[in-house]
């Protein structure tokens, strides 16, 4: 009897483990699908720029390094610190590193910064930075392919309305939008400089 049971409790133990095995290959390869999906969703992403002209970013003929910084105009420290060491890394590289790079300012809210604002934005920081922006159906699936978390907060008695809470990267791409690094909120350009040499030595 005590067979019998041990038998059956093996059993159990064995369907227990293949149906987790199962489980874990479906959310495997529902997690590739998803992924899969945003690579296909983004990968001809069309944002607008200065004079609201239309800008493929992952136009393929332009072999620069994107550094992409996802943000929003109105964000009162995260996205100007950002930004500032963003500009004092391009003071501080040389002019041949500043040929292979093309950074970007993805605005998150574009119901207050039009292409315009945030072009404006970005130009006030540095000459370099391209301020961009699009409908939330056009950004969202872009910031979500590279794990950029953001969210609406309502600010009470203010006269903004709302903030946007978000997570603060510097994401380097290859010109197809594969990421390729990278760096977090910094409070000196130097995880910025030290990221364009890399890629710089590796090409």
């Known amino acids: 009897m005590k067979k019998k049971w041990l038998l059956l409790l093996i ?4 369907v227990g483990i293949a149906t987790n095995i199962t489980l874990q290959h479906k959310k495997d390869s529902d997690q590739q699908a998803d992924a899969k999906r945003q690579i296909e969703e983004t990968s001809s992403a069309v944002l607008f720029g200065e004079n609201d002209n239309p800008i493929a970013i992952f136009d393929q003929q332009d072999s620069r390094t994107r550094i992409v910084y996802f943000g929003f105009t109105r964000c009162p420290d995260v996205c100007p610190t950002s930004l500032a060491m963003l500009a004092g890394a391009l ?6 590193s500043k040929t292979t790079i093309r950074p970007l300012f993805i605005s998150l809210d574009p119901e207050r910064d039009a292409a315009a604002a945030s072009a404006e ?3 006030y920081f540095h000459p370099m930075i391209e301020g961009l922006s699009a409908p939330l159906d056009v950004t969202t699936p872009l910031a979500h392919r590279y794990g950029v978390i953001f969210r609406k907060t309502e600010l009470e ?12 990267y510097f994401y380097f791409l290859k010109p197809d939008g594969t990421l390729i690094e990278k760096v977090p909120h910094t409070l000196t350009p130097a995880p910025i400089i030290e990221a364009i040499k890399r890629l710089n030595n590796q090409g």
């Open 121 to 123: 934005y970005a130009h």
């Open 11 to 14: 059993g159990a133990f064995a």
């Open 157 to 168: 008695g203010s006269k903004l309305g709302y903030t946007l809470d978000h997570s603060s």
């Open 91 to 96: 003071n501080q590289i040389d002019e041949s």
